[in-house]
């Protein structure tokens, strides 16, 4: 495979808290800390991080914001939407903050400064990218490479493991259907965390689901037939 795909099949070479790890190694000051914890908390596409034009309208960047139960809510507007043809206007996940550990509870923090909710943004995917790539390099000297796209496919991991595959999994990548969900991080290679909720635009289209289901009845009509 090619392309931001093929970053699901690194998470079988990480351990499993590797984003925990990696944090550790991201500076106090460091200029990007902010935009790499979003990144760590939120399925979100480096390009997300910058504000631009997207079909649904002007983004600022990623809100992060603190919820009436203390819960962190990320929220974008995802880049791929073909024209606003497919895709979201806008998805966001909602995290305990205790359930997920020392990256949350940062983000926590910062909303706590800014009166409870501020956006993140950068002026460069390529930079950030490259800043997470040397962080990566820090954390695991031995490989592999860390870029956005592997931190993406393992929350879309960790989604499938609080989610299951579908709808909310759906929800949290910015997809109008789950039929991509396959591309990312497998449910193996997943934890729950702190993930408990996900939310969109728009209701995706459960083909994958539904497929699956089809497949089911028909190998249970099978089992069943008898021989001639």
């Not at 931190?151 to 039929?179: M, P, V, Y």
Request: one cysteine or more; aromatic letters at 6%.
């Amino acid at each position: 495979m090619r392309g931001s795909a093929s970053k699901k099949h690194v998470l079988r070479d990480l351990p499993r808290d590797w984003i925990r790890q990696l944090w550790g190694f991201v500076p106090h000051d460091h200029k990007y800390r902010d935009a790499i914890a979003v990144l760590s908390l939120s399925p979100s596409r480096p390009g997300e991080v910058v504000p631009g034009d997207r079909p649904c309208g002007f983004s600022q960047g990623i809100i992060v914001a603190l919820d009436s139960k203390g819960h962190l809510v990320l929220a974008n507007r995802p880049l791929k939407s073909h024209g606003g043809k497919y895709g979201m206007e806008q998805s966001a996940v909602k995290i305990d903050v205790a359930a997920e550990g020392p990256v949350a509870d940062y983000l926590a923090q910062r909303c706590r400064e800014q009166g409870g909710k501020f956006v993140v943004k950068v002026a460069s995917s390529d930079a950030l990218a490259k800043a997470i790539k040397r962080v990566g390099h820090r954390a695991f000297p031995l490989g592999p490479a860390i870029t956005p796209y592997v931190l993406r496919s393992q929350r879309l991991a960790d989604a499938k493991a609080a989610f299951g595959a579908g709808e909310k999994t759906a929800l949290a990548a910015g997809h109008c259907t789950d039929d991509t969900q396959s591309r990312y991080g497998n449910v193996a290679f997943g934890r729950a965390g702190g993930l408990i909720g996900a939310f969109g635009t728009r209701q995706p289209r459960l083909a994958a689901v539904e497929r699956a289901r089809r497949l089911g009845e028909e190998r249970k009509h099978n089992q069943h037939r008898k021989p001639a």
